[in-house]
Every structure is written in structure tokens, then in C-alpha cells.
């Protein structure tokens, strides 16, 4: 064998030839024998992939940037208010306004006094335009059933990278696709497939009546939030999706419900600072994303369960409850249980289960705050339920259809306090609304919580009354949608307003309440809009009966 070439045998500074650097070698036991071993650095490459990791960094925030230039650019024409920081925008606003005990609708509310009811909000890259006329909500949500933008929907199919509610009917923006979903689940919230619930509805009811007696000694703080909202998940999964043994109620853990919490957690935060939130390094944001994340499988590990439970039960041909996921599950051949066609399945019932749960638990929650605020009122619904259902134990469908006044104190409730503050859409076209022209592509928001406390179309609209229900009004017609409007309307509203009447019902039948004096109500909206002192009350025993099941 030749000579190596001198170059090659002379010793040089290191990368003077080549990009991998050597150093050894070290001598390193294995057993008996001995082993060279050298350490081989790639030098240059880590250089590289560190300039370029680098000029991306760079790159993204002047796309960010240029992005932000724009949307004040292009929205330039629209009344909007001042922001204190030109890259986040009204997020700061936001922040504030968390701070001092109110919420984004709230600041909604201010803004309309201030600036009309058509103008424009940033959060760091992203425009919400307000539309807060009822014609416009007619327009967009009825007329051209105008879809639902991207920006914000999507933000609900994955958390944080760990899919959510996916393609599920809530979330799924292709309008094709959707009616197909919708057309499936329809039956599901038939008024006549409804009233073939109120056992269930009844068994749910009766066990936290039971769990409640222990608590009802008038000195015991019990937190009627968490309470309504163990009933709500402890319905919503036997009925939907016959799952009997989930011991919700007398569960004081509250797992499903504390991972259903964390999700709307994620949702609100992704809303809200969609960028930062994903890569926010500090330790407490990173607990969180992982925190989250986890609800998120925790919700659909339940709902592989209830799934493959009646998969099993289809293949074995076996009886099986009438449940929601009967008209899920659709398998026309055993080829058909795939990964991909059960994920879907995940998918709506997780929408299901979300949407189910926290707004009809919300809903319940400020009832008994307002009710309990207003000693009239709460008189009248004790009478309108003694008279109704009197010594009852079970509560029929034809006793909730009886309880006007609760009618009236419900619809008000959802005024005053709605679970979902709003929706949003987007224009396909521009349109002009007011003079104002809002550009093709917008992210619309038409906003629930600000058009019911509107003076245009409310009488004195803080003021808490019921009354105003009696009468039916064309003045506030699309100024009030706490379940949407059109086609996209919420699916579950029977559902929902069914179950808290047999709950309240019941509660005011069995039990006396009042609140923790000197607790004020405060809202937040996290999701949901909540109660922030979770309806701190005290119970006492009004009469003593539940149904012997
Ligand atoms: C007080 C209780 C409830 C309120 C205030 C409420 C409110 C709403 C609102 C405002 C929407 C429209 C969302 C949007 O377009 O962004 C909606 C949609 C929906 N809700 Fe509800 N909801 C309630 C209870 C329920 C219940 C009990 C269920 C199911 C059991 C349910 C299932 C759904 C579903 C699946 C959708 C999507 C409908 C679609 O896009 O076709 N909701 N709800």
C-alpha cells in the first residue's frame, strides 16, 4: 500500500479540511477487551442549523409583523379602539379586563357605547369585527348561513397538537360534509326521542338530590357550579351515550368533569394568543399545554370506550340502550371498523359530550345566582312548582311543558348570562353594514352577551326580569340567540332547556336555598361563560321525597 498523501498525515488546526472534528481516542472497558473510542463533532453543521434556526425565528416574526401591518391597513376604515401595544393589540385590553374581574364581552359592551355598533378589534394578527345589528345577525345567519371561519373553529379540533374535537359537527367547517353529519344526529333530538328520556333524566336528578341531603344542614357551603355540573355530565353520558356507572354525582374527584374544564381552558387560550400559547417556554405555560393535552385524551379515552362498547355489542348482535351513539355508530360492514372511521366517531363525541355538558351546567348555575338575587322571583317559581309538580317523584315531560313562569326565568337567565357569549362567521363577500364596508374574509363576530344588554332593544337591560319574556316582542328579534340561529343552530337546546327544568324543578321542589351573603357575582368566560365564586349556597330541607329507583 502507497504513502498517504503528506496533507493527510501532518497535524493542522481543527476544519482546516473537513467539517467533522475528532477527538480521542479513549480507551473504554467492555468485558475483557479493550475499545478505542473517538468523540466526532459535526461542527459546521451545528453552526449552520443554528444560523438557520436563527433567520427562521427572524423570518417568522417579520412575517408576524407584516401580517399585523396589514389587518390595521386594511381595517383602517372601521371605528376601533385605542391599543396600547401595536403587536398584541387588544389583547392587552383583554388581560386587563380578566384583572379587574369582567371579560372580552364585557369589554365588548363598553366599546359599543363608545364607538356604535359596527367596529373592529386585533388580538396580536387576527381582526374581530363586531356586528352588533340585528338585521346583520339575520343576514349572515339566516339568509346566506355565511360559514364559520377558519381561525377560530379550527382552534377547538386540536389542542395543542392532541386532536380534540376534530371533524366533529361543532368544528366542521366544509357545509357539504356538515349537513351530512347533522342529518345523521337530527333524530337524536327529536321532541319524541326526547321524552323517552325523562327517566333518565329523573334517576340523574334524584341522585344528587340524595347526595345534596347530606350537605343541606343551612351552615354547609356547597358549591352548586361543581354540583350542576356533575348532573349535567352524569345525563349527558347515560342518555347520549348509556355509560350507567360513571359515579359522577357522588364522586367528589370530578375527573371527566375537571378534564372537560381544562379543555375549554385550551380552547380560551388558543383564542386568545394562539401563537404564544403553543410556544410560550416558561414552566407553568408548559404544565398547562400538558395538562391539557391529557384532558383532551382523558374526554376521548372515555369515548373510545363507550364506542368500542357498542361496536362489541353490534358484532355480538346483543340488545343495547337507544342512545345517541346509536346513530353514530354506523357500520355497514365489519370493514368498517377502522382507525380512521372510529377517530371520527371520537370526534362527535367529543363535540357531544363538550357542548352537552358545560353550557347546560353554566345555564343551571346562573339561575340560582340571579334567582337567588331576586326574592320575587324565587317566590314565584317556588309556587309555580309546588303548584305544578306538588309532591311528585317523578317529573313527566308534560310537567316541564307546565312551567311557564320557569320558561320565562330560563329565557332571561340566558339573556342576562349566556353559556356561549357569541358566534362567529365569516363574509364570503364584502358587505356593508351601516356605511361601514367589511372586507370579503372577515372574522365576524355576532355577540349575544352585547346585543342582550342593548338599550336599543331592552328595557333597562342590567336589570334581571322575566317578565319581559311575557310579552312577545319583535323588538329584540335576532338581538338575542343564546342557542344561534339557521341552519347551524344549536342541536341540543330542547335537550338542554328539558334537562334543567326536571333539575331545577326538583332542586325547588326538595330544597330552600340561599346564597353566601356578600359574594358578588362575577363572570368570566373561559369556553363557557362561569360564575367565578362557582354559586356558593346554602340548603335546607324543604320536603323529603325521591324516588325510590
Ligand atoms: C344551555 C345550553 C346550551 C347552549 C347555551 C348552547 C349554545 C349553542 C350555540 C350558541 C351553538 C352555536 C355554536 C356556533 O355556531 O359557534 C351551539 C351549537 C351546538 N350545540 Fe349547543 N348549547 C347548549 C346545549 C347543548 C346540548 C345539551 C347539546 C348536546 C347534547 C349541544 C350540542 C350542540 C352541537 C352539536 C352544536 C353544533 C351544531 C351545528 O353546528 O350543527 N348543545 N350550541
New binding site residues.
Given amino acids: 500500500m502507497s504513502d498517504l498523501p503528506v496533507d493527510r498525515v501532518e497535524s493542522s488546526p481543527p476544519f482546516t479540511y473537513c467539517d467533522v472534528d475528532c477527538f480521542g481516542p479513549w480507551l473504554v472497558k467492555e468485558g475483557r477487551k479493550e475499545l478505542k473510542r473517538r468523540l466526532v463533532m459535526f461542527f459546521k453543521f451545528l453552526f449552520l442549523a443554528c444560523v438557520l434556526i436563527t433567520l427562521l425565528f427572524v423570518a417568522s416574526f417579520l412575517y408576524l409583523f407584516s401580517q399585523i401591518l396589514y389587518l390595521r391597513w386594511r381595517y383602517r376604515h372601521l371605528p376601533s379602539p385605542k391599543t396600547k401595544s401595536l403587536f398584541l393589540g387588544h389583547a392587552v385590553d383583554m388581560r386587563e379586563v380578566g384583572k379587574r374581574g369582567g371579560h372580552l364581552s364585557m369589554l365588548y359592551v363598553e366599546w359599543q357605547k363608545l364607538l356604535g355598533s359596527v367596529f373592529v378589534v386585533f388580538i396580536v394578527n387576527r381582526e374581530i369585527v363586531l356586528c352588533l345589528e340585528p338585521a346583520f345577525v339575520k343576514e349572515v345567519m339566516i339568509t346566506s348561513n355565511s360559514k364559520?371561519p377558519k381561525q377560530f373553529y379550527e382552534t377547538a379540533k386540536y389542542l395543542f397538537g392532541q386532536r380534540f374535537l376534530g371533524g366533529g359537527?361543532?368544528t366542521q367547517l366544509n357545509n357539504i360534509q356538515?349537513a351530512k353529519q347533522?342529518k345523521m344526529m337530527n333524530p337524536a333530538f327529536r321532541r319524541g326521542y326526547l321524552k323517552e328520556l325523562m327517566g333518565q333524566y329523573n334517576d340523574s336528578v334524584d341522585e344528587l338530590m340524595t347526595y345534596l341531603k347530606q350537605k343541606a344542614d343551612g351552615k354547609t357551603e356547597i358549591l352548586m357550579a361543581q354540583q350542576f355540573n356533575k348532573v349535567s355530565l352524569d345525563i349527558?353520558a347515560k342518555v347520549?351515550f348509556g355509560e350507567y356507572n360513571l359515579n359522577v354525582i357522588s364522586d367528589d374527584a370530578m375527573f371527566l368533569n375537571t378534564a372537560i374544564e381544562d379543555t375549554f381552558d385550551g380552547i380560551a387560550m388558543q383564542l386568545k394568543l394562539s401563537f404564544f400559547s403553543r410556544i410560550d417556554p416558561r414552566k407553568e405555560a408548559r404544565d398547562r399545554r400538558n395538562k391539557i393535552k391529557s384532558s383532551c385524551a382523558v374526554v376521548r379515552n372515555f369515548g373510545r370506550k363507550c364506542i368500542m362498547r357498542r361496536i362489541q355489542a353490534m358484532k355480538d348482535g346483543r340488545d343495547y340502550p337507544m342512545t345517541f351513539d346509536s346513530y353514530l355508530v354506523h357500520l355497514p360492514n365489519q370493514d368498517s371498523i377502522t382507525e380512521y372511521n372510529i377517530s371520527h366517531m371520537i370526534d362527535e363525541f367529543a363535540?357531544?359530550f363538550v357542548?352537552?355538558q358545560e353550557?347546560?351546567a353554566q345555564?343551571m348555575s346562573f339561575t340560582c345566582e340571579y334567582v337567588g338575587r331576586h326574592p320575587q322571583v324565587y317566590q314565584k317559581l317556588k309556587e309555580e312548582t309546588d303548584e305544578v309538580i306538588g309532591s311528585k317523584t317523578f317529573i313527566s315531560y308534560e310537567d316541564t311543558c307546565q312551567l311557564k313562569y320557569m320558561n320565562l326565568v330560563l329565557k332571561e337567565v340566558?339573556r342576562i348570562a349566556?353559556?356561549?357569549t357569541g358566534?362567529?362567521r365569516t363574509n364570503e363577500e364584502d358587505i356593508i353594514v351601516n356605511g361601514l364596508k367589511i372586507p370579503a374574509g372577515s372574522n365576524i363576530s355576532l355577540n349575544t352577551y352585547a346585543l342582550g344588554r342593548d338599550e336599543r332593544f331592552w328595557d333597562e337591560p342590567e336589570v334581571f326580569n322575566p317578565e319581559r319574556f311575557r310579552e312577545k316582542s319583535s323588538r329584540h328579534m335576532y338581538a338575542y340567540f343564546?342557542?344561534?340561529l339557521g341552519p347551524?343552530v344549536?342541536?341540543?337546546?330542547q335537550?338542554?332547556l328539558l334537562e334543567a327544568k326536571v333539575v331545577l324543578a326538583k332542586f325547588l321542589q326538595l330544597y330552600k336555598f340561599t346564597l353566601v351573603p356578600n359574594v358578588q357575582l362575577k363572570t368570566y368566560i373561559a369556553g363557557t361563560l362561569k360564575p367565578v365564586h362557582k354559586t356558593p349556597l346554602y340548603l335546607n330541607v324543604r320536603r323529603e321525597n325521591v324516588r325510590s329507583s
Fill in positions: 364559520k359537527i361543532l356538515w347533522r349527558i347520549a363535540t357531544f357542548a352537552g353550557t347546560t345555564l340566558l349566556p353559556p356561549l358566534v362567529q343564546p342557542f344561534s347551524r344549536c342541536i341540543g337546546q335537550f338542554a
